[in-house]
């Protein structure tokens, strides 16, 4: 592995582990979200590493489906890549404190992650977007089915209608900070 592939792996785990928490805070703090055994701030011992796992496997692998695709990373703009991390964080605030049925925040989720293909995204998004959208409803039904997390909206076996979406918008601002950590800006 290149230097500059295991720096962008160590800094996604421990953004993902410190980050991801807070975020995850905000479905906690709504009430979209819930632990079954919440022991400090709303929140379980095991959210940080789950965090920390989901920041390197949706960052990185945007990196390597690019170099697959492409032939190479390419660069980002820093200013790409706030856009693309601020309509994630906006989208994440939403799914929780949005006094909407699941299907309107589907729909401003979806629409978010469209808003965060421009400027124009590489051709691995869409591609990343979907793996992040099955693999993060893959691991919270694992979780809610074994009754470890709860979500208020239930419409995908005990999952938000609405998460896939907010997966998707995370692999396209995460895999831009796996871009700008690999590659830098343009």
Do not use: N
């Amino acid at each position: 592995m290149k230097s500059s592939h295991l720096r962008a792996a160590l800094i996604l785990t421990a953004l993902g582990a410190t980050l991801g928490p807070l975020l995850d805070g905000l479905h906690t703090y709504s009430g979209a979200t819930w632990y079954a055994d919440p022991q400090w701030l709303k929140s379980v011992w095991w959210c940080p590493p789950l965090f920390a796992f989901a920041g390197l496997s949706i960052g990185l692998p945007r990196v390597l489906i690019d170099q697959r695709l492409d032939g190479k990373v390419l660069p980002i703009t820093g200013r790409a890549l706030a856009w693309k991390m601020g309509l994630f964080f906006f989208g994440y605030a939403l799914s929780g404190f949005l006094p909407a049925p699941w299907w309107v925040k589907l729909i401003i989720l979806t629409v978010l992650f469209v808003a965060a293909l421009f400027p124009l995204d590489t051709r691995g998004a869409l591609l990343g977007a979907a793996g992040a959208a099955f693999g993060g409803w893959l691991v919270e039904w694992q979780l809610t089915s074994r009754g470890l997390f709860f979500h208020r909206d239930t419409q995908l076996w005990g999952v938000a209608g609405w998460l896939p979406a907010l997966y998707a918008l995370a692999a396209v601002a995460v895999g831009a900070l796996g871009r700008f950590l690999v590659v830098g800006t343009r």
